[in-house]
């Protein structure tokens, strides 16, 4: 598959936005009339629903986000990378998920609550410090995932013996073990495998999802229920094991490796190519729509990807995940020149840019239950109405097309953007700027938060049906593991 994804295409695929000041949050008082009218006469709630977002006024250096959010086409030319080889680096490198698993990035415990069948309300705590990279904690996530689906039935099914999870997930990382980039298989602990003909491996494989699917179905819901008596793979760690288990018999012995690319992609493609000969009538072809079902690791690892395949670390460039400021300067703000005593109105923000565009329902096709967004008949207007103009440039799908990850770990120790009013974070002192009745504003110099404590990752954009208006300084956070059928992401570069 051609690489499209040159630095040429990505360079004419973003947008520039000057390093400016700007408020990041909204005060309800702050907001137009216009919209505190249709908030009144559609009970909207928006006084509530900007709580907790008070506005700090904060200072951004230059960068340029994606146009688009990225698309199925645009990822499986990141997936491919691998299976063609492409240097310096691809989707089967090793690097390339340690990079994302780096200190800034890993998370070193969950703790994740959730109800067992009669109602009580346990904690399932995860460890991942001694994972060796990304795709050794999405491992071991798997493990984790399957027996606490069991766990949630209080016995209702039996626990498989532990050495059939050791088995199993020692098999895993074996057959891996080339993504998991081991130095020495004299001393790995993948070095030989624990079965000797897949048989033995497929009886095992048997033992843990026949009790993690009855466990499913006690816990799910009827629909849920109903696709998995239909040995539909709608959940992580059966999708997974079908997807390894078609990997192992296509190769030739046991002991031969499985490339990455063959076993880890969105979980909503039909295969490693995706849906690119597919796609169902009347809606936006499969390759135009916006990537999902994937982890926050593989949307940082695709951005990563392009930095080193591009070498752009030596131009002092990277292209990455945006922060939450940078996300909603683009999708709310009009920077302005900075310069000193220059006066800075929240006002001006505009958290549903949209709204003066169109004279139909508020939402327009935003949160109406039976609606496709992505149906060709409207999906170009849609995109026109909700874009944002930054100079002589549009961006797009910035709010309502789907939930994006961010760079930022959630601070749930300092709620309402606590954390960025402290004294102690670093305040731009370069120059002042005032507000309309000519009072300095406290600016803060703007890093995303990443306290290694914190295991979930900020997201924003506000996809279609959420419940509520989708206002552009919406927050929510997911835990990084897993993919969502909700949540994709798009990029931005910047200076290093």
């Known amino acids: 598959m051609e690489n499209i994804l040159t630095y040429d295409y990505i360079l004419a695929n973003s947008v520039s936005v000057p390093e400016t000041i700007f408020p990041l949050g909204a005060n309800y008082e702050d907001l137009d009339e216009s919209l505190k009218e249709v908030d009144r006469k559609r009970r909207l709630n928006i006084a509530n629903l900007l709580a907790p977002t008070p506005i700090v006024w904060v200072h951004l250096n230059e960068f340029a986000i994606g146009k688009f959010m990225v698309t199925n086409r645009e990822y499986l030319v990141f997936v491919q990378s691998g299976a063609r080889g492409l240097e310096p680096i691809n989707y089967d490198s090793p690097e390339l998920w340690w990079h994302v698993w780096s200190i800034l990035y890993k998370i070193q415990e969950v703790v994740l609550p959730y109800k067992t069948v009669s109602e009580r309300v346990m904690e399932d705590v995860q460890n991942y410090t001694g994972c060796k990279n990304f795709v050794d904690a999405y491992i071991e996530s798997l493990k984790y995932e399957l027996m606490r689906v069991i766990n949630r039935t209080e016995g209702r099914v039996p626990m498989p013996p532990l050495e059939v999870f050791e ?3 020692r098999f895993v990382r074996y057959k891996l073990r080339n993504v998991l980039g081991e130095e020495d298989e004299i001393f790995s602990d993948f070095s030989e495998s624990p079965y000797s003909d897949l048989k033995m491996f497929q009886e095992d494989l048997k033992t843990l999802l ?14 849920v229920a109903a696709a998995l008596s239909g040995d539909a793979f709608i959940v992580e760690p059966p999708l997974f094991f079908h997807r390894f288990f078609s990997a192992c018999k296509a190769t030739k012995t046991i002991e031969e490796p499985i490339p990455l690319h063959k076993v880890l992609y969105p979980r909503d493609w039909k295969s490693v190519q995706g849906d690119a000969k597919g796609g169902t009538p009347g809606l936006v ?21 392009l ?4 070498r752009l670390y030596e131009r002092g460039t990277q ?33 549903l840019p949209w709204l003066k565009r169109h004279k139909g329902e508020f939402h327009q096709y935003f949160g109406r239950e039976g609606v496709n967004l992505f149906a060709q008949s409207w999906y170009k207007d849609v995109l026109e109405m909700t874009s944002r103009e930054i100079g002589s440039d549009k961006i797009y799908q910035l709010v309502g097309f789907g939930w994006q990850w961010m760079l930022d770990r959630y601070d749930y ?21 005032k507000s309309p009745d000519g009072k300095v504003l406290d600016v803060v110099d703007f890093t995303p938060f ?42 931005v570069i910047k200076e290093v």
């Open 413 to 433: 120790e300092n709620p309402r953007y606590r954390g960025l009013r402290q004294a102690s974070y670093k305040r731009y002192t370069q120059v002042k700027a």
């Open 167 to 169: 088995r199993v997930f």
């Open 285 to 305: 072809p499969w390759g135009e729509r916006p990537v999902f079902w994937i982890t926050f690791y593989e949307a940082l690892a695709f951005c990563i990807w």
């Open 307 to 310: 930095t080193l395949f591009h």
């Open 210 to 223: 026949k009790a993690a699917n009855e466990g499913y179905k006690i816990m799910a819901d009827r629909r």
């Open 319 to 351: 292209i990455t995940l945006p922060n939450e400021a940078e996300y909603e300067c683009a999708a709310t703000w009009t920077p302005e020149e900075i310069r000193n005593d220059m006066v800075l109105d929240s006002r001006k923000k505009d958290i």
């Open 450 to 491: 990443q306290g290694t404590h914190a295991s979930l990752y900020v997201l924003r954009g506000s996809p279609e049906i959420i419940g509520g208006p989708g206002l552009a300084t919406r927050r929510y956070a997911k835990y990084p593991l897993r993919g969502y059928e909700n949540v994709g992401f798009r990029w």
